[in-house]
């Protein structure tokens, strides 16, 4: 049975993806509250998450009308009881901090309706552990989003031991009426699953950035333009599958399992950046991108607006 609508969201912390979030709400036309605790925040919200939501409709991924409906009914909240009050959903997105996470959560599990759903948008932690001093654990799990939310349609769900199944098809259903994409994690990992892929890769780029084998710019566009390309259209798994032809990853791993074995043996293994390794690494993605940040935030939105486009219009081909 799918669930109904929820006749308010509210999101708890004011950063980028929780204005990420909120800004998706309102373009679905959804009566959205944000409530920060830094009056910073949630003044840079107020102006934030209009923007985002109606830079959906200059990408065309929402309706003008409907869009300006949401906003409408936007508002800040002014104190955790208003923000959560009368929510049938509340999404939890302060900083990625356990103890941060784990007192907002059991605020909100004191005065959220008993059959709200409660959401967190941690990017690894476990779910049973971020909502260990909640009381009502049924109704909690993670709906984890990339970034920036808005744009990209992957959700992770990740359920917690004591998550009822009811809020797991409450999620599902919520995600897809706002066009994303949910996965659910089978157990939950540190990292999840996205978390793990991109820190896998990302310490590769850095290992190759900092031994000199390769640019910051050069290496960015050798991953977006290369593996990320194929990925796109069909994941790792596919993507090799369906390189060797008919023979498939039976015929591509006879032929280049040795190959990847041997790269494997070669890849970076280190867990820690040395302060003289960071200090390169931030100086080398500055060099490459400083100052330009609003620039290749607005190049960025285009191009993800533009490969979605196109792989939506494939599949409906």
């Not at 050798?222 to 069909?234: E, K």
């Not at 041997?262 to 500055?286: F, H, V, Y």
């Amino acid at each position: 049975m799918t669930s109904a609508l929820p006749r308010k969201v509210a999101v708890v912390g004011a950063g980028e993806i929780g204005c990420g979030f909120a800004a998706l709400c309102a373009s679905a036309g959804w009566p959205v509250t944000v409530f920060d605790t830094n009056a910073r925040a949630a003044e840079r919200a107020f102006q934030e998450v209009p923007r985002r939501a109606r830079a959906l409709v200059a990408l065309e991924r929402a309706t003008p009308g409907i869009v300006e409906r949401g906003l409408l009914e936007f508002q800040p909240g002014r104190s955790l009881l208003h923000a959560v009050r009368d929510a049938d959903w509340v999404i939890e997105a302060v900083t990625e901090d356990l103890i941060a996470k784990q007192k907002v959560t059991e605020a909100i599990d004191e005065v959220l309706a008993p059959e709200a759903l409660l959401s967190s948008t941690s990017s690894g932690i476990p779910p049973t552990d971020v909502f260990a001093r909640c009381r009502h654990q049924g109704r909690c799990l993670v709906t984890h989003p990339l970034n920036p939310p808005e744009l990209i349609p992957l959700v992770e769900i990740v359920p917690g031991e004591r998550t009822s199944p009811q809020a797991i098809t409450r999620a599902h259903d919520y995600l897809r009426a706002l066009g994303r994409m949910p996965i659910q994690l089978k157990k939950p990992v540190p990292g999840y699953v996205v978390g793990r892929i991109a820190a896998a890769v990302w310490r590769e780029c850095i290992d190759l950035v900092l031994t000199g084998a390769i640019d910051v710019s050069d290496l960015d566009r050798a991953v977006s333009l290369g593996p990320a390309l194929g990925w796109a259209a069909a994941g790792p798994h596919l993507t090799y599958h369906l390189a060797a032809g008919e023979g498939g990853v039976v015929q591509f791993l006879q032929r280049l399992l040795r190959t990847f074995e041997s790269w494997w043996t070669n890849l970076a293994g280190w867990d820690k950046l040395e302060p003289e390794q960071l200090r390169a690494l931030m100086q080398a993605i500055e060099k490459a991108y400083g100052g330009k940040v609003p620039m290749l935030r607005e190049a960025r939105d285009r191009r993800l607006s533009a490969i979605l486009r196109t792989l939506e219009q494939a599949r409906t081909t």
